[in-house]
């Protein structure tokens, strides 16, 4: 009889993780004994019982505000999301969506990966 104890998976945070680059991390952290906690504004179609996926619009602050603080303390975060708006050249502005990009893309990503690690104080 084995005495050893089951030690817990270590937990990746991704958000974009339904689909393109983050789908692939996640599938990857998956099959590597990671548990994954997957934000996305779409359903995910990977079926993984360490893979917990939650719906959310990274847009919205005060959607990532109660996401975040129910999130458990992870080992990782890795922002994957991204939001397309196409147009001409010159075009795209502010009011038309290049403003939410870059909140997507940049600032919501400091948030999200800052409140998501709290209390893990492990160093690399």
């Given at each position: 009889m084995s005495n050893k104890t089951q030690m817990p998976l270590p937990?990746?945070?991704?958000?974009?993780?339904?689909s393109g680059i983050g789908?692939?991390?996640?599938?990857h952290l998956?099959?590597?004994?990671?548990?994954v906690i997957g934000?996305?504004?779409?359903?995910?179609?990977?079926e993984n019982?360490?893979?917990?996926?939650?719906?959310?619009?990274?847009s919205d602050e005060s959607s990532i505000t109660s996401v975040v603080n129910a999130l458990p303390n992870?080992?990782?975060?890795i922002h994957a999301a991204g939001?397309?708006?196409v147009g001409r050249l010159g075009e795209l502005n502010s009011?038309?969506?290049?403003?939410?990009?870059?909140?997507?893309r940049h600032w919501r990503n400091v948030r999200t990966a800052k409140d998501s690690v709290r209390g893990n104080t492990s160093s690399p």
């Amino acid at each position: 009889m084995s005495n050893k104890t089951q030690m817990p998976l270590p937990c990746a945070v991704i958000t974009g993780s339904s689909s393109g680059i983050g789908r692939c991390i996640t599938e990857h952290l998956l099959n590597n004994g990671w548990r994954v906690i997957g934000l996305d504004i779409a359903p995910s179609a990977i079926e993984n019982p360490h893979l917990t996926t939650i719906q959310v619009n990274l847009s919205d602050e005060s959607s990532i505000t109660s996401v975040v603080n129910a999130l458990p303390n992870a080992e990782a975060f890795i922002h994957a999301a991204g939001l397309l708006r196409v147009g001409r050249l010159g075009e795209l502005n502010s009011d038309n969506g290049a403003g939410a990009i870059w909140e997507t893309r940049h600032w919501r990503n400091v948030r999200t990966a800052k409140d998501s690690v709290r209390g893990n104080t492990s160093s690399p």
